[in-house]
């Protein structure tokens, strides 16, 4: 080599180093290109003279659903990636940042999570990464975020019902289906739903699940009226419809009389309105209509009921009577005859004749006549053919002293097209026994007389006013009271009417009366493993233990000397028979409650509860009356001994609470009122 070239690049290696330094990184600080950086040792923030800064996205959606990544690459003067380098970073205009670490890794980076933060608007966001005196920037937008609403190709619907009866109660589901593309289900679809005719709807959401459906809970509402309900389904221009129907409501009607004279007044036609439960639609919209007579529109009473009433015109014949209510119909045939009646005789041989009441418990009418039943009779031929235009008298079985009406009096009254003649009986202010009212339907193929019974169908019903029995009862368990200081015993109360129904909201006033106290103390029996009691005897100077036939000897309650009547709290002339200056027993040794609320629920029921210390447990016999508010029959009456936990006389050595009776041990036994009971010990 020249000295030329000794003199400008030096020796041979370094010359060889020179020429391959893209490839003899051994060398050591040989650059690079302006590409990629080239990993390298690196030493630190000293050895950094460039920061490069890398956003993953242009831009984040307004909405905050998603994150930026920068990612920090600190550079030497080679290019080359510099490891453990501290780098810090910071956003503007509300950004958050969240840096993976403080120094770089062993590829030179540094990662950080940036987001929008609580900031929703649109605007732009600038990342800053720092090393030493080195700065770096990058930024991004924040834009409108772009939903996709998923589409449907076609909603389905199915309801689960195709008719429900009118009571209120029943509810239809409908389930409705997103269908996409080759049939599969879409999930997210916004599904809307409405009703028509006075229907309720709940929808389960707003959207269909991961099974593509939505689903949806109608009612008919308030109104009871036989109708057609149509559920509507919607997603954007998508739309499907189902329908199912309402029935059970039924509209009756009792011509008073079937065969009103020429002319005559105050003739009527009682019309009655039920729902599929038998129970009276109150408030319904009726109208009636008749050729030849005034059209008339008014709403059902408190019992369901509507009279129309009309002069019979002076032309004899038959007219039909048409009555809408609730979305049923009733067509009621009356005839004006000419001289006797027009209506020929039933040839039809009757195979089945029954009569039934609707309901068959009704109440008693105190103030008003809101309070009715049905009485239905019907009749039918062979095969079950209806038998029309049947004479039938209604009656209470020839009983008079049965209280309550008819509405159809002593009229006729004819079977209609569907072999059914109504009638109503309103009750009295009495209740009745069980099954206590008879009511007789007389019938025959022709007119008969006032006062004769050619045939006979015979039903019962029950009058009850209000409740008539109250029982009290209880179970095994006895619990603790917080304090584990007292017992506390829980006694079961029931109210019902004459049917046996249960009687809600009636008010229940508990009373508890101390009968007796007994004497005596408990002790450990080793055969039997358990506390018994006895009593020391006073002739015998013994303790005692009653036999099989025997029990302790219980003191009348001081107070009154067993009269309840004469219970005053007060001590006099006589009463304080044990001379220990008090009455035995302490009135205040047992509380009596009711638990939560003072009245029945709507079964019936009611909780009281008896709580007493537990060292007068087995001393005390009482004696609860439960009254209840207009019931008919005598308190429910609970005799008893205050119990205690069974456990409580089962170890030995831990006595019982009542070990010892507090009104003393001595006593002589089956002696009431005795040398014992006067023995304060």
């Known amino acids: ?397 020839g009983d008079t002293s049965i209280p309550g009406t008819l509405s159809s009096g002593t009229s006729l009254v004819y079977s209609d097209s569907v072999g059914t003649a109504v009638t109503s009986y309103t009750p009295g202010k009495v209740p009745s026994p069980t099954n206590g009212v008879a009511i007789r339907a007389c019938w025959d193929y022709d007119d008969f007389a006032v006062g004769t019974c050619p045939n006979q169908a015979l039903t019962s019903l029950t009058v009850v006013s209000t409740p008539i029995s109250i029982t009290i009862g209880t179970s095994e368990l006895i619990e603790e009271s917080t304090s584990r200081l007292n017992y506390i015993k829980r006694f079961a109360l029931q109210v019902v009417d004459a049917a046996g129904n249960p009687k809600a909201d009636v008010q229940i006033t508990p009373t508890v009366d101390l009968l007796a106290y007994s004497k005596g103390r408990y002790v450990w029996d080793s055969v039997s493993s358990s506390w018994l009691p006895g009593v020391d005897r006073i002739d015998t100077a013994l303790f005692t233990r009653p036999g099989p036939s025997d029990s302790l000897p219980y003191c009348q309650n001081e107070d009154g000397l067993g009269d309840p009547t004469k219970r005053n709290g007060l001590i006099d002339t006589g009463e304080d028979i044990n001379g220990n200056g008090q009455l035995d027993p302490r009135k205040s040794d047992v509380s009596i409650t009711m638990v939560g609320s003072t009245k029945t629920d709507a079964n019936g029921n009611a909780v009281l509860k008896i709580e007493y210390p537990k060292s007068v447990a087995s001393w005390v016999a009482f004696r609860i009356k439960a009254s209840a508010v207009g019931v008919l029959s005598p308190p429910a009456i609970y005799d008893g001994v205050l119990p205690y936990v069974g456990t409580a006389v089962k170890s030995e050595t831990v006595a019982p609470a009542f070990v010892t009776s507090p009104y003393g041990t001595r006593a002589y036994l089956n002696d009431v009122n005795g040398p014992s009971c006067r023995d304060p010990r």
């Open 1 to 397: 080599m020249s000295s030329y070239w000794k003199s400008k690049v030096g020796s041979l290696p370094a010359v060889i180093c020179l020429a391959f330094a893209a490839i003899l990184t051994a060398c050591g600080g040989g650059g690079g290109s302006a590409g990629d950086p080239v990993l390298g040792g690196g030493a630190g923030s000293a050895a950094v003279s460039e920061l490069s800064i890398v956003l993953d996205k242009t831009s984040l959606p307004n909405d905050g659903s998603q994150a930026m990544t920068a990612t920090v690459t600190a550079l030497d003067a080679g290019r080359v990636a510099v490891k453990n380098v501290a780098v810090s970073f910071s956003v503007d205009n509300g950004g958050v940042v969240k840096p993976a670490g403080t120094t770089t890794d062993d590829k030179g980076e540094l990662k950080a999570a940036v987001e929008i933060g609580s900031d929703k608007t649109n605007r732009t966001i600038t990342v800053t990464a720092k090393a030493g005196s080195i700065t770096k920037t990058a930024s991004f937008s924040v834009v409108d975020s772009t939903v996709t609403v998923p589409k449907a190709n076609s909603l389905t619907m199915v309801l689960d019902k195709v008719t429900v009866g009118n009571s209120g109660s029943d509810t239809v589901t409908a389930t409705v289906t997103a269908v996409g593309t080759g049939g599969n289900v879409v999930t997210g679809i916004p599904v809307t739903f409405t009703v028509d005719n006075n229907a309720t709807i709940a929808p389960s959401g707003t959207q269909t699940n991961a099974s593509g459906e939505v689903t949806a809970k109608i009612k008919i509402g308030s109104d009871k009226s036989n109708r057609l309900i149509t559920v509507t389904a919607r997603s954007d221009t998508l739309e499907y419809s189902a329908s199912f129907q309402v029935t059970g409501a039924k509209l009756t009607g009792t011509p008073l009389p079937a065969l009103p004279p020429a002319g005559s007044t105050g003739n009527s036609v009682e019309y009655r309105l039920f729902d599929v439960n038998q129970i009276a639609m109150p408030g319904v919209a009726i109208t009636v209509s008749a050729p030849g007579l005034p059209n008339a529109s008014g709403t059902t009473n408190s019992s369901g009921a509507y009279v129309y009433t009309y002069t019979a015109p002076t032309t004899p014949g038959p007219i039909d009577i048409t009555a809408r209510a609730g979305g049923a119909t009733s067509v009621q045939t009356v005839t004006v005859p000419s001289g006797t009646s027009t209506v020929p005789a039933v040839t039809t041989t009757v195979s089945s004749a029954s009569v039934s009441s609707s309901p068959d418990v009704v109440s008693v009418n105190e103030t008003d006549t809101a309070n009715r039943t049905e009485i239905r009779a019907l009749f039918f031929a062979a095969g079950n053919v209806p038998v029309k235009n049947i004479r039938v008298r209604f009656d209470l079985n």
